[in-house]
Nanobody
């Protein structure tokens, strides 16, 4: 089973940028649809973006035009480039690996805080 480790979170001012990384190991990265989710305090975990095995992205309406998801099969890594960050983007961001015939896999999360 694949294991996921996120990195790249931190504190950034409104309007700033961050790039999150999710490194996969121990499994066949290329068979999974990869995704980023986030959870703010008191809120449910919500979908941010997904990318298919073929590389087709999909985004939540709240991040369209600001966030970009990508994957690098050679590095077994999925990225989330976040631009024009807003305070409402503050959350713990989780990486997810999904395949219909395999257990759903989550990373441990990385904190993103957007504040002046």
């Amino acid at each position: 089973q694949v294991q996921l480790v996120e990195s790249g979170g931190g504190l950034v001012q409104p309007g700033g940028s961050l790039r999150l990384s999710c490194a996969a190991s121990g499994g066949l990265f290329t068979v999974y649809r990869m995704g980023w989710y986030r959870q703010a305090p008191g809120n449910q975990r919500e979908l941010v973006a997904t990318i298919t095995v073929e590389g087709s992205p999909d985004y939540a309406d709240s991040v369209k035009g600001r966030f970009t998801i990508s994957r690098d099969a050679a590095k077994n890594t999925v990225y989330l480039q976040m631009n024009s960050l807003k305070p409402e983007d503050t959350a713990v961001y989780y990486c997810n690996a999904f395949h219909p015939a395999l257990p759903n896999v989550w990373g441990q999360g990385t904190q993103v805080a957007v504040s002046a």
